[in-house]
Nanobody
């Protein structure tokens, strides 16, 4: 399995932006589809965005569409999530995850998870 470490979270004012990064260990990063999920206090973990192994396909949750952008750099073993036009409803712990199987938005189908990075949006 691949090891994942997220970074880039923090406190931002509503309307602001953040760029999350997820660094992966190992030489097989390009064999994994990658996803970002988030979990707000008292809520279940939810899908945010995913990207195919070679980066040619992306998919977003409705709440993320038009505001968030997922990308990856396989040479750097890193996946990114650009967060724009943030609102207090985006406050959550953001997790990246790696998937070796069929491309999915289902968290249970992901093999490896990072520890998460906190994003807090102040109104």
């Amino acid at each position: 399995q691949v090891q994942l470490v997220e970074s880039g979270g923090g406190l931002v004012q509503a309307g602001g932006s953040l760029r999350l990064s997820c660094a992966a260990s190992g030489r097989t990063f390009s064999s994994y589809a990658m996803g970002w999920f988030r979990q707000a206090p008292g809520k279940e973990r939810e899908f945010v965005a995913r990207i195919a192994r070679n980066g040619d396909l992306t998919n977003y949750a409705y709440s993320a569409k038009g505001r968030f952008t997922i990308s990856r750099d396989n040479a750097k073993n890193t996946v990114y999530l650009q967060l724009n036009s943030l609102t207090p409803e985006d406050t959550a712990i953001y997790y990246c995850a790696a998937q070796s199987g069929l491309w999915s938005t289902d968290a249970s189908r992901y093999d490896s998870w990072g520890q998460g990075t906190q994003v807090t949006v102040a109104s």
